[in-house]
T-cell receptor, first 112, second 113 residues
Framework: SQQGEEDPQALSIQEGENATMNCSYKTSINNLQWYRQNSGRGLVHLILIRSNEREKHSGRLRVTLDTSKKSSSLLITASRAADTASYFCATDNSGGYQKVTFGTGTKLQVIP | KAGVTQTPRYLIKTRGQQVTLSCSPISGHRSVSWYQQTPGQGLQFLFEYFSETQRNKGNFPGRFSGRQFSNSRSEMNVSTLELGDSALYLC????????????FGPGTRLTVT
């Protein structure tokens, strides 16, 4: 079963616009990560945010985490055609050896 | 450093057969995790190996098994293949495993007919 649910499932924007996708999860976590996947290939790690952090930046990426609402958002600013991909959040459940669970993904299309 | 490699990249098998997939992690990484990705179920965690020991296991039947060798290379095996096993199988390596940044291979696309 999926721990995270991404919203929206699909998003289409014009190049230069900002893209925001959300992830909600069910159980307490230690960390939340965002990954990108291009066209059925392997995933690429984008950013990790710990449960005691509220916001993190990496280049054009901004991630927020609200543990009280069990949700996270990924903002991509000034999007480019190369950002077209599926984006997944991944959480690890607190306690014991963590098992990473991926969400359902948001498919982003950036139109040139 | 070379990335995570998976072999073969594509595979076609018949229902009832068995299959073995291979994953070579990034040099120095001791953790290897396996995931199954399908359009219907998304990314599902199969298992994680760390220093030759299975440390975590997902909710898959016993037909799915794996192992890790002393050089950290890992194999997963699926016996008695079913049509529903058709998927992209992804391997990921990391230094410590668990919640830390994982580096994914390109995947093995398995088709069961």
């Amino acid at each position: 079963s999926q721990q995270g649910e991404e919203d929206p499932q699909a998003l289409s924007i014009q190049e230069g616009e900002n893209a925001t996708m959300n992830c909600s999860y069910k159980t307490s976590i230690n960390n939340l990560q965002w990954y990108r996947q291009n066209s059925g290939r392997g995933l690429v790690h984008l950013i990790l945010i710990r449960s005691n952090e509220r916001e993190k930046h990496s280049g054009r990426l901004r991630v927020t985490l609200d543990t009280s609402k069990k949700s996270s958002s990924l903002l991509i600013t000034a999007s480019r055609a190369a950002d077209t991909a599926s984006y997944f959040c991944a959480t690890d459940n607190s306690g014991g050896y963590q098992k990473v669970t991926f969400g359902t993904g948001t498919k982003l299309q950036v139109i040139p | 450093k070379a990335g995570v490699t998976q072999t073969p990249r594509y595979l076609i098998k018949t229902r009832g057969q068995q299959v073995t997939l291979s994953c070579s992690p990034i040099s120095g990484h001791r953790s290897v995790s396996w995931y199954q990705q399908t359009p219907g179920q998304g990314l599902q965690f199969l298992f994680e190996y760390f220093s030759e020991t299975q440390r975590n296991k997902g909710n898959f039947p016993g037909r799915f098994s794996g192992r890790q060798f002393s050089n950290s290379r890992s194999e997963m095996n699926v016996s008695t293949l079913e049509l529903g096993d058709s998927a992209l199988y992804l391997c990921a390596s990391s230094f410590l495993g668990g919640p830390y940044e994982q580096y994914f291979g390109p995947g093995t696309r398995l088709t069961v007919t």
